[in-house]
């Protein structure tokens, strides 16, 4: 009886695993054909100077416009695309798409925002990464110093001089660099202190318990500081209450993104929304 449950539990683990292999098959396959179909779309989320509050810039993040499932969150396929590789071309795509968006809202009259746009660890491991980037904004007229670069702290965890010469390679056009999720990697300020970066963006997750976690607020609280001493600007994400934002303004923190100011726009509703932000309103902008 034991050895019939022992197949029976074989059988049945090989046919979850060839039914995943199958489903993760079937949904690269999908995603090649979205990326022909031009299945993608980018979805623009304000960011705001705490101070000020003026809208200091927007990050892109992609959405798979399935026809059949509907409009699709990157958590659902972005891991898939780094396995397989795809994120190389999804990832030039949603880099050219970006540029060219901010430099047709540039033409038109719009204030010189900054756009962020978030990288895999497979782009960069690219020779030519720098290069990509570098003909991306030539094709499309964005000044370099518009576009800000997101990477985590895990891929530029490289041994050696590596990081640092391809970090100083794309400094060198002009473009600002942010770490991304800052806090949950494993960078130490040493290693931080040598990276030719602007920005630092507290992850979410250290803000989503503000103020109930005094934990996370002594965290948040040390980002600040510590971005603040290197010079760098930091940015938290994820804020979804009045509290949050008072708190790290009040601990120096540069600028908030989240739910309570802005959610992840379509870019007409992006455009709609600055004509609603007074202090960055130009009359040209009515004519997009
Ligand atoms: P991320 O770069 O850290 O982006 C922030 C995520 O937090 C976004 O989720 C955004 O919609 C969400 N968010 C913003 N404000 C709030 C808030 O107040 N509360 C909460 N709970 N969430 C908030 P999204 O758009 O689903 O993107 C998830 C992740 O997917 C991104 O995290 C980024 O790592 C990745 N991603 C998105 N677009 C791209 C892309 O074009 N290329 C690559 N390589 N990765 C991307
Ligand atoms: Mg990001
Ligand atoms: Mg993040
Ligand atoms: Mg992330």
Same mark, same amino acid.
């Given at each position: 009886?034991?050895?019939?449950?022992?197949?029976?539990?074989?059988?049945f683990y090989?046919?979850?695993?060839?039914?995943?292999?199958?489903?993760?098959?079937e949904?690269?396959? *999908?995603?090649?054909?979205?990326? /022909?179909?031009?299945?993608?779309?980018l #979805?623009?989320q304000p960011?705001?100077?705490?101070?000020? @509050?003026?809208?200091? @810039?927007?990050?892109?993040?992609?959405? !798979? &416009?399935?026809?059949? $499932?509907?409009?699709?969150?990157?958590?659902?396929?972005?891991?898939?695309?780094?396995?397989?590789?795809?994120?190389?071309?999804?990832?030039? !795509?949603?880099?050219? /798409?970006?540029?060219?968006? &901010?430099?047709?809202w540039?033409d038109?009259?719009?204030?010189?925002?900054?756009?962020?746009?978030?990288?895999?660890?497979?782009?960069?491991?690219?020779? $030519?990464?720098?290069?990509?980037?570098?003909?991306i904004?030539?094709a499309?007229?964005? %000044?370099?110093?518009r576009?800000?670069?997101?990477?985590t702290?895990?891929?530029?965890?490289?041994?050696?001089?590596?990081?640092?010469?391809?970090?100083r390679?794309? =400094?060198?056009? @002009?473009?600002?660099?942010?770490? $991304?999720?800052?806090?949950?990697?494993?960078?130490?300020?040493a290693?931080? =202190? *040598?990276?030719p970066?602007d920005?630092?963006?507290?992850?979410?997750?250290f803000?989503?318990?503000? %103020?109930?976690?005094?934990?996370?607020?002594?965290?948040?609280?040390?980002?600040?500081?510590?971005?603040?001493?290197?010079?760098?600007?930091?940015?938290?994400?994820?804020v979804?209450?009045?509290?949050?934002?008072?708190?790290?303004t009040?601990? @120096?923190? &540069?600028?908030?993104?989240?739910?309570?100011?802005? #959610? %992840?726009l /379509?870019?007409?509703?992006?455009i709609?929304?600055?004509? #609603?932000?007074?202090?960055r309103l130009? %009359?040209?902008i009515?004519?997009?």
């Amino acid at each position: 009886q034991a050895k019939e449950q022992g197949r029976n539990t074989y059988r049945f683990y090989t046919s979850t695993l060839t039914i995943a292999a199958n489903e993760r098959l079937e949904l690269d396959a *999908r995603l090649r054909r979205a990326l /022909t179909n031009e299945e993608f779309v980018l #979805h623009y989320q304000p960011q705001f100077d705490n101070l000020t @509050g003026m809208l200091i @810039g927007c990050e892109a993040l992609v959405r !798979w &416009h399935s026809p059949e $499932d509907g409009l699709i969150a990157p958590d659902r396929f972005i891991p898939l695309a780094e396995e397989t590789g795809l994120i190389v071309q999804l990832g030039d !795509w949603v880099l050219q /798409t970006a540029c060219a968006q &901010h430099k047709l809202w540039l033409d038109n009259g719009l204030p010189d925002i900054m756009i962020a746009v978030n990288l895999s660890a497979r782009q960069l491991q690219q020779q $030519d990464f720098a290069k990509r980037v570098a003909a991306i904004l030539d094709a499309t007229g964005l %000044p370099a110093e518009r576009l800000t670069l997101e990477l985590t702290e895990s891929m530029i965890m490289l041994p050696g001089e590596q990081a640092i010469e391809l970090l100083r390679e794309l =400094k060198a056009l @002009g473009l600002k660099l942010s770490i $991304d999720d800052f806090g949950t990697g494993y960078s130490s300020l040493a290693y931080l =202190k *040598r990276l030719p970066i602007d920005e630092l963006k507290i992850d979410q997750g250290f803000v989503r318990d503000i %103020p109930q976690d005094r934990n996370d607020m002594e965290i948040a609280a040390t980002i600040i500081a510590m971005a603040r001493n290197l010079n760098l600007k930091v940015i938290a994400e994820g804020v979804e209450t009045k509290q949050q934002m008072e708190f790290l303004t009040l601990q @120096g923190c &540069h600028g908030c993104q989240g739910y309570l100011l802005g #959610h %992840p726009l /379509t870019p007409e509703a992006f455009i709609e929304r600055l004509l #609603h932000a007074p202090d960055r309103l130009r %009359p040209e902008i009515a004519r997009l």
